[in-house]
Protein backbone atom coordinates (compact mmCIF):
# COMPACT_ATOMS: atom_id res chain seq x y z
CA UNK A 1 0.00 0.00 0.00
CA UNK A 2 1.45 3.51 -0.90
CA UNK A 3 1.15 5.46 2.19
CA UNK A 4 0.20 8.99 0.43
CA UNK A 5 1.65 11.92 1.26
CA UNK A 6 0.22 14.62 -0.76
CA UNK A 7 -3.40 12.93 0.29
CA UNK A 8 -3.17 13.31 4.16
CA UNK A 9 -0.77 16.89 3.89
CA UNK A 10 -4.01 17.79 1.89
CA UNK A 11 -6.53 16.44 4.26
CA UNK A 12 -3.61 18.45 7.14
CA UNK A 13 -4.21 21.47 5.65
CA UNK A 14 -7.77 21.64 4.82
CA UNK A 15 -7.43 21.89 8.58
CA UNK A 16 -5.82 24.12 9.05
CA UNK A 17 -7.36 26.17 6.48
CA UNK A 18 -10.85 25.74 8.88
CA UNK A 19 -8.99 26.88 12.21
CA UNK A 20 -7.80 29.89 10.11
CA UNK A 21 -10.84 31.31 9.40
CA UNK A 22 -11.87 31.66 12.99
CA UNK A 23 -8.59 33.34 13.76
CA UNK A 24 -9.11 37.34 12.81
CA UNK A 25 -12.26 37.04 15.05
CA UNK A 26 -10.71 36.00 18.11
CA UNK A 27 -7.23 38.12 17.26
CA UNK A 28 -7.29 40.18 14.67
CA UNK A 29 -4.92 38.78 12.05
CA UNK A 30 -4.04 35.72 10.89
CA UNK A 31 -0.22 34.01 11.55
CA UNK A 32 2.50 35.70 9.61
CA UNK A 33 5.30 33.13 8.59
CA UNK A 34 8.64 34.91 7.59
CA UNK A 35 11.12 32.60 4.97
CA UNK A 36 14.71 33.80 4.56
CA UNK A 37 16.47 32.38 1.99
CA UNK A 38 20.34 33.53 1.52
CA UNK A 39 22.04 33.39 -1.70
CA UNK A 40 20.23 31.61 -4.89
CA UNK A 41 20.36 27.58 -4.09
CA UNK A 42 18.03 26.27 -7.17
CA UNK A 43 16.97 23.69 -4.50
CA UNK A 44 16.24 25.98 -1.96
CA UNK A 45 14.44 28.60 -3.88
CA UNK A 46 12.11 25.75 -4.58
CA UNK A 47 11.10 24.51 -1.44
CA UNK A 48 10.78 28.24 -0.50
CA UNK A 49 8.09 29.21 -3.16
CA UNK A 50 6.49 26.10 -1.97
CA UNK A 51 6.48 27.15 1.88
CA UNK A 52 5.29 30.17 0.53
CA UNK A 53 2.79 28.40 -1.48
CA UNK A 54 1.26 26.40 1.06
CA UNK A 55 0.51 30.07 3.46
CA UNK A 56 -1.74 30.58 0.90
CA UNK A 57 -3.61 27.76 1.03
CA UNK A 58 -4.16 27.64 4.42
CA UNK A 59 -4.49 31.25 4.84
CA UNK A 60 -1.54 32.54 6.28
CA UNK A 61 0.07 35.51 5.69
CA UNK A 62 4.08 34.68 4.32
CA UNK A 63 6.76 36.67 3.93
CA UNK A 64 9.77 36.01 1.86
CA UNK A 65 13.39 37.85 2.40
CA UNK A 66 15.82 36.81 -0.65
CA UNK A 67 19.06 37.93 1.04
CA UNK A 68 22.25 38.06 -1.13
CA UNK A 69 24.87 35.23 -1.12
CA UNK A 70 27.38 37.27 0.30
CA UNK A 71 25.75 38.57 3.21
CA UNK A 72 27.55 38.81 6.60
CA UNK A 73 26.75 36.54 9.02
CA UNK A 74 25.79 39.81 11.66
CA UNK A 75 23.43 41.14 8.81
CA UNK A 76 21.51 37.88 8.97
CA UNK A 77 21.39 38.00 12.84
CA UNK A 78 20.36 41.63 13.32
CA UNK A 79 17.61 40.77 11.16
CA UNK A 80 16.46 37.94 12.61
CA UNK A 81 16.46 39.42 15.79
CA UNK A 82 14.44 42.23 14.19
CA UNK A 83 11.91 39.53 13.63
CA UNK A 84 11.98 38.68 16.84
CA UNK A 85 10.89 41.59 18.10
CA UNK A 86 8.28 42.50 15.62
CA UNK A 87 4.81 41.31 17.40
CA UNK A 88 3.33 40.67 13.77
CA UNK A 89 5.63 37.83 12.80
CA UNK A 90 4.32 34.32 14.58
CA UNK A 91 6.87 32.16 12.78
CA UNK A 92 10.62 32.45 11.67
CA UNK A 93 12.20 30.50 9.15
CA UNK A 94 16.06 30.41 8.01
CA UNK A 95 16.04 27.79 4.68
CA UNK A 96 19.14 25.88 4.78
CA UNK A 97 21.85 25.16 3.98
CA UNK A 98 23.81 28.46 4.43
CA UNK A 99 26.41 30.35 2.67
CA UNK A 100 29.85 29.17 4.12
CA UNK A 101 30.22 32.61 6.01
CA UNK A 102 27.38 32.37 8.20
CA UNK A 103 27.10 29.62 11.56
CA UNK A 104 23.95 27.64 10.68
CA UNK A 105 24.05 27.16 15.06
CA UNK A 106 24.53 30.70 15.57
CA UNK A 107 21.40 31.61 13.48
CA UNK A 108 19.38 28.76 15.09
CA UNK A 109 20.27 29.76 18.34
CA UNK A 110 19.54 33.55 17.33
CA UNK A 111 16.04 32.88 16.33
CA UNK A 112 13.43 33.08 19.52
CA UNK A 113 11.86 29.73 20.88
CA UNK A 114 8.82 31.21 20.38
CA UNK A 115 8.90 31.72 16.75
CA UNK A 116 11.08 28.75 16.09
CA UNK A 117 8.51 26.64 13.74
CA UNK A 118 11.24 23.98 12.49
CA UNK A 119 11.56 23.01 16.14
CA UNK A 120 15.63 23.48 15.64
CA UNK A 121 16.45 25.83 18.68
CA UNK A 122 18.56 24.08 21.40
CA UNK A 123 15.86 25.02 23.66
CA UNK A 124 13.04 23.16 21.56
CA UNK A 125 15.45 19.87 21.11
CA UNK A 126 16.06 19.70 24.87
CA UNK A 127 12.49 19.99 25.51
CA UNK A 128 11.50 17.45 22.79
CA UNK A 129 13.75 14.54 24.95
CA UNK A 130 12.13 15.59 28.03
CA UNK A 131 9.03 15.31 26.60
CA UNK A 132 7.97 19.25 27.44
CA UNK A 133 5.80 20.91 25.07
CA UNK A 134 7.98 21.77 21.98
CA UNK A 135 7.64 22.50 18.30
CA UNK A 136 8.20 19.21 17.06
CA UNK A 137 10.66 19.21 14.31
CA UNK A 138 8.37 19.33 10.63
CA UNK A 139 9.64 15.99 8.80
CA UNK A 140 9.60 13.82 11.90
CA UNK A 141 6.00 15.29 12.86
CA UNK A 142 4.95 14.15 9.21
CA UNK A 143 6.34 11.03 9.55
CA UNK A 144 4.45 10.26 12.22
CA UNK A 145 1.36 11.41 11.25
CA UNK A 146 2.08 9.30 7.97
CA UNK A 147 2.53 6.67 10.24
CA UNK A 148 -0.97 7.47 12.22
CA UNK A 149 -2.41 7.75 8.74
CA UNK A 150 -2.11 4.30 7.88
CA UNK A 151 -3.59 3.20 11.32
CA UNK A 152 0.45 1.66 12.33
CA UNK A 153 0.62 1.95 15.97
CA UNK A 154 4.66 1.95 16.95
CA UNK A 155 3.88 0.29 20.07
CA UNK A 156 5.63 -2.32 20.82
CA UNK A 157 6.90 -2.75 17.19
CA UNK A 158 11.05 -3.06 16.32
CA UNK A 159 12.10 0.77 14.42
CA UNK A 160 14.85 1.40 12.60
CA UNK A 161 16.14 4.74 11.45
CA UNK A 162 18.70 4.91 8.98
CA UNK A 163 20.39 8.95 9.24
CA UNK A 164 21.23 10.73 12.65
CA UNK A 165 20.97 14.27 11.40
CA UNK A 166 19.46 16.85 14.07
CA UNK A 167 16.85 17.65 11.58
CA UNK A 168 15.30 13.74 10.79
CA UNK A 169 17.33 10.67 12.22
CA UNK A 170 17.66 12.01 15.71
CA UNK A 171 14.27 13.62 16.34
CA UNK A 172 12.13 10.81 14.44
CA UNK A 173 13.83 7.90 16.99
CA UNK A 174 12.99 10.26 19.69
CA UNK A 175 9.03 10.28 18.23
CA UNK A 176 9.18 6.38 17.79
CA UNK A 177 10.71 5.90 21.50
CA UNK A 178 7.90 7.95 22.87
CA UNK A 179 5.31 6.17 20.64
CA UNK A 180 6.48 2.72 21.98
CA UNK A 181 8.58 1.06 19.47
CA UNK A 182 11.78 -0.22 20.49
CA UNK A 183 14.36 1.96 18.22
CA UNK A 184 17.20 1.23 16.40
CA UNK A 185 19.75 4.15 14.98
CA UNK A 186 21.99 3.37 12.27
CA UNK A 187 24.11 5.92 10.27
CA UNK A 188 27.20 5.08 8.22
CA UNK A 189 29.30 3.03 11.07
CA UNK A 190 26.78 0.54 11.39
CA UNK A 191 28.52 -2.64 10.59
CA UNK A 192 25.98 -5.62 8.60
CA UNK A 193 22.95 -2.64 7.82
CA UNK A 194 20.91 -5.14 5.99
CA UNK A 195 20.81 -7.55 9.05
CA UNK A 196 19.37 -4.42 11.30
CA UNK A 197 17.11 -3.30 8.49
CA UNK A 198 15.67 -6.59 8.05
CA UNK A 199 14.49 -6.81 11.43
CA UNK A 200 12.73 -3.84 10.84
CA UNK A 201 8.95 -3.66 11.47
CA UNK A 202 9.38 -0.02 10.97
CA UNK A 203 12.23 0.79 8.68
CA UNK A 204 12.60 4.84 8.14
CA UNK A 205 15.46 5.82 5.66
CA UNK A 206 17.00 9.20 6.38
CA UNK A 207 20.61 9.07 4.90
CA UNK A 208 20.90 11.07 1.47
CA UNK A 209 22.01 8.17 -0.32
CA UNK A 210 19.84 7.67 -3.65
CA UNK A 211 18.17 3.83 -3.89
CA UNK A 212 20.60 2.36 -1.08
CA UNK A 213 17.90 0.37 0.66
CA UNK A 214 17.01 -2.87 -1.71
CA UNK A 215 14.37 -5.05 -1.42
CA UNK A 216 16.95 -7.69 0.34
CA UNK A 217 17.29 -5.31 3.35
CA UNK A 218 13.52 -5.15 4.06
CA UNK A 219 11.60 -7.93 5.75
CA UNK A 220 8.44 -9.11 4.32
CA UNK A 221 5.18 -6.82 5.52
CA UNK A 222 7.74 -3.86 7.07
CA UNK A 223 6.53 -0.11 6.67
CA UNK A 224 9.15 1.83 4.70
CA UNK A 225 9.25 5.39 5.09
CA UNK A 226 11.92 7.26 2.76
CA UNK A 227 12.75 10.25 3.72
CA UNK A 228 15.33 10.92 0.86
CA UNK A 229 15.19 13.29 -1.85
CA UNK A 230 18.15 12.45 -4.37
CA UNK A 231 18.32 12.87 -8.31
CA UNK A 232 19.09 9.70 -10.17
CA UNK A 233 21.17 8.95 -13.35
CA UNK A 234 18.74 10.41 -14.87
CA UNK A 235 18.14 13.49 -12.99
CA UNK A 236 14.81 12.40 -11.33
CA UNK A 237 14.08 12.85 -7.97
CA UNK A 238 14.41 9.58 -6.32
CA UNK A 239 14.26 8.45 -2.15
CA UNK A 240 16.94 6.49 -0.25
CA UNK A 241 14.90 3.48 -1.07
CA UNK A 242 14.98 1.43 -4.40
CA UNK A 243 11.37 1.38 -4.66
CA UNK A 244 11.10 -0.99 -7.45
CA UNK A 245 12.64 -4.32 -5.32
CA UNK A 246 11.18 -2.30 -1.74
CA UNK A 247 7.70 -1.94 -2.31
CA UNK A 248 6.60 -5.50 -3.21
CA UNK A 249 7.92 -6.78 0.28
CA UNK A 250 6.38 -3.53 1.62
CA UNK A 251 3.09 -3.55 3.45
CA UNK A 252 3.44 0.50 2.84
CA UNK A 253 5.63 2.72 1.57
CA UNK A 254 5.81 6.30 0.79
CA UNK A 255 6.90 7.10 -2.31
CA UNK A 256 9.27 9.78 -3.79
CA UNK A 257 7.93 12.58 -4.30
CA UNK A 258 4.20 12.56 -2.79
CA UNK A 259 5.37 11.26 0.73
CA UNK A 260 7.58 12.66 3.29
CA UNK A 261 8.18 15.85 1.79
CA UNK A 262 4.04 17.37 1.26
CA UNK A 263 3.84 16.19 5.02
CA UNK A 264 6.81 18.32 6.18
CA UNK A 265 4.96 21.13 4.62
CA UNK A 266 1.72 20.95 6.42
CA UNK A 267 3.43 20.32 9.08
CA UNK A 268 5.41 23.79 8.66
CA UNK A 269 1.79 25.22 8.62
CA UNK A 270 0.92 23.51 11.64
CA UNK A 271 3.96 24.32 13.80
CA UNK A 272 3.49 28.04 12.49
CA UNK A 273 -0.13 27.89 13.74
CA UNK A 274 0.37 26.10 16.81
CA UNK A 275 4.05 29.49 17.14
CA UNK A 276 0.85 32.07 16.92
CA UNK A 277 -2.06 30.25 19.19
CA UNK A 278 1.04 29.84 21.93
CA UNK A 279 1.68 34.02 22.01
CA UNK A 280 -1.73 34.99 21.11
CA UNK A 281 -3.58 32.74 23.75
P1 LIG B 1 22.36 14.27 6.72
O1 LIG B 1 22.42 15.33 7.74
O2 LIG B 1 23.34 14.26 5.59
O3 LIG B 1 22.48 12.87 7.49
C1 LIG B 1 22.57 11.68 6.78
C2 LIG B 1 22.67 10.55 7.78
O4 LIG B 1 22.71 9.33 7.06
C3 LIG B 1 23.93 10.59 8.65
O5 LIG B 1 23.60 10.30 9.99
C4 LIG B 1 24.83 9.51 8.05
O6 LIG B 1 25.63 8.85 8.99
C5 LIG B 1 23.80 8.54 7.50
N1 LIG B 1 24.34 7.80 6.37
C6 LIG B 1 24.90 8.28 5.24
N2 LIG B 1 25.29 7.27 4.44
C7 LIG B 1 24.96 6.13 5.08
C8 LIG B 1 25.13 4.78 4.76
N3 LIG B 1 25.71 4.37 3.62
N4 LIG B 1 24.67 3.85 5.65
C9 LIG B 1 24.08 4.23 6.81
N5 LIG B 1 23.91 5.52 7.16
C10 LIG B 1 24.36 6.45 6.30
O7 LIG B 1 20.94 14.16 6.03
P2 LIG B 1 19.46 14.65 6.51
O8 LIG B 1 19.44 16.13 6.56
O9 LIG B 1 19.01 13.85 7.67
O10 LIG B 1 18.64 14.21 5.21
C11 LIG B 1 18.59 12.89 4.77
C12 LIG B 1 17.84 12.83 3.46
O11 LIG B 1 16.50 13.25 3.68
C13 LIG B 1 18.36 13.74 2.35
O12 LIG B 1 18.14 13.12 1.10
C14 LIG B 1 17.51 14.98 2.46
O13 LIG B 1 17.40 15.68 1.24
C15 LIG B 1 16.19 14.35 2.83
N6 LIG B 1 15.26 15.23 3.56
C16 LIG B 1 13.98 15.24 3.13
C17 LIG B 1 13.05 15.98 3.80
C18 LIG B 1 11.64 15.95 3.33
O14 LIG B 1 10.85 16.77 3.74
N7 LIG B 1 11.28 14.99 2.49
C19 LIG B 1 13.41 16.75 4.90
C20 LIG B 1 14.74 16.70 5.34
C21 LIG B 1 15.66 15.92 4.67
P3 LIG B 1 26.81 9.60 9.83
O15 LIG B 1 26.10 10.36 10.91
O16 LIG B 1 27.62 8.47 10.35
O17 LIG B 1 27.52 10.48 8.86
Redesign the pocket.
Known amino acids: MILDGKAVSAALKAEIAEKVKELPARFGRVPHLVVILVGEDPASQVYVRNKGRACEAVGFRSTTLVLPADTPEEALLAKIRELNADDAVDGILVQMPLPAQIDEKKVIRTISIEKDVDGFHPLNVAALWQRMPCAVP??PK?IMKLLAAAGVDPKGKRAVV????????LPVAKLLLDANATVTL?????VN?AEVTRQAEILV?????AK?ITGNMVSEGAVVID????TDEQGKLC??VDFATVAPKASFITP?PG???P???ACLMENTLECFLRRLS
Open positions: CTGIGRSNIVGCHSRTLVATGRMVGMNGDVGVGMTI
